[in-house]
């Protein structure tokens, strides 16, 4: 029963580098999100898909881009990476079914040096 | 705007003490609340959520509309509580907005 499944879970990166975060739930859930977790910050949205094919701006979504692929699969796009955004991206899902409880992935840590 | 407070970075208590994890929010709707845990290594996960009124590991958390709280409590902590604690309101459509966290310690 894997969930939400995120990769990769380490990378470094030099500023100004490009690199996509992927995601992928099992769970057929609807809506999936992007969050970054910063000490002292809590988690902050970054970007989420209510559904398949609509995606919406966060608290926190400038220098990211997404794309939900297909009802599975929701990546998160640096496309020139700042050291601002060294962070833990966390996947995240739910769903009406579910309750709406937000079932997370094991987080992604990602430096930018 | 909706916001989460946890005022609290860091608690440490003695094993078999009792446990308050302090939430406070700002909602103009009406809110729904839940609290989040990370274990050591382990994913976030949802400890509890005000619509169940439910116990979840010895933990209770009762919504204050009044006090715009939803303090997490435990009368006797163990040491296996240790874990970073996330309160969080729904803002609707399913998204969440958190707190800072609250990582909990306790000594043997």
């Known amino acids: 029963n894997a969930g939400v499944t995120q990769t990769p879970k380490f990378q470094v990166l030099k500023t100004g580098q490009s690199m996509t975060l992927q995601c992928a739930q099992d769970?057929?859930?609807?809506?999936m999100y992007w969050y970054r977790q910063d000490p002292g910050m809590g988690l902050r949205l970054i970007y989420y898909?209510?559904?398949?094919?609509?995606?919406d701006k966060g608290e926190v979504p400038n220098g990211y881009n997404v794309s939900r692929l297909n009802k599975r699969e929701f990546s998160l796009r640096l496309e020139s990476a700042a050291p601002s955004q060294t962070s833990v991206y966390f996947c995240?899902?739910?769903?009406?079914?579910?309750?709406?409880?937000?079932?997370f992935g094991e987080g992604s840590w990602l430096t930018v040096v | 705007a909706q916001r989460v407070t946890q005022p609290e970075k860091l608690l440490s208590v003695f094993k078999g003490a009792p446990v308050e994890l302090k939430c406070n929010y700002s909602?103009?709707?009406?809110?729904?609340l839940f609290w989040y845990v990370q274990y050591s290594r382990q994913r976030l996960q949802l400890l509890l959520r005000?619509?169940s009124r439910e116990s979840i590991k010895g933990f209770t958390a009762d919504l204050n509309k009044g006090e715009t709280s939803f303090h997490l409590k435990k009368p006797f902590a163990q040491e296996e509580d240790s874990a970073m604690y996330y309160c969080?309101?729904?803002?609707?459509?399913?998204?969440?907005?958190f707190g800072q966290g609250t990582r909990l310690t306790i000594n043997p």
């Open positions: 995240a899902s739910s769903d009406l079914a579910s309750g709406n409880t937000i079932y």
């Open positions: 769970m057929n859930h609807n809506s």
């Open positions: 898909s209510a559904s398949e094919g609509t995606t």
């Open positions: 909602y103009s709707g009406s809110p729904e």
């Open positions: 005000h619509i």
């Open positions: 969080a309101l729904s803002q609707g459509a399913q998204k969440l907005v």
